[in-house]
């Protein structure tokens, strides 16, 4: 079993920062691309920002130049820094990853979710 813990979300006012952290854990032989998700209530669930192992990075329009997506290969990290945050960021994010396990099967797997309010 595969478990992905996120930390770092929280109440912000508009134009500051946060730095959200993942860290993936368990049966994992090796991860491929892992992402950063979010999702308002009533909203479909929308990609953020993703990084291949091997350090290629994709952004959502919205967030291009002020979030930077990075992540710890050695460590199972992946790390989401958002600057100069709006209220429209306010979301549940969530962390996804493309495991290999024991198994050598790839599965997808998302974390718990954490909550990032910006205010105006």
């Known amino acids: 079993q595969v478990q992905l813990a996120e930390s770092g979300g929280g109440f912000v006012q508009a134009g500051g920062s946060l730095r959200l952290s993942c860290a993936a854990s368990g049966s994992i032989l090796s991860i491929g691309t892992m992402a950063w998700y979010r999702q308002n209530s009533g909203k479909e669930r929308e990609l953020v920002a993703g990084?291949?192992?091997?350090?290629?990075?994709d952004y959502a329009d919205a967030v291009k130049g002020r979030f930077a997506i990075s992540r710890d290969n050695a460590k199972n990290t992946v790390h989401l820094q958002m600057n100069s945050l709006k209220p429209e960021d306010t979301a549940a994010y969530y962390c996804?990853?493309?495991?290999?396990?024991?198994?050598?099967?790839?599965?997808?797997?998302w974390g718990q979710g954490t909550q990032v309010s910006v205010a105006s």
């Open positions: 996804n990853a493309e495991v290999r396990d024991r198994y050598y099967k790839w599965r997808t797997y």
């Open positions: 990084i291949t192992s091997g350090g290629t990075t």
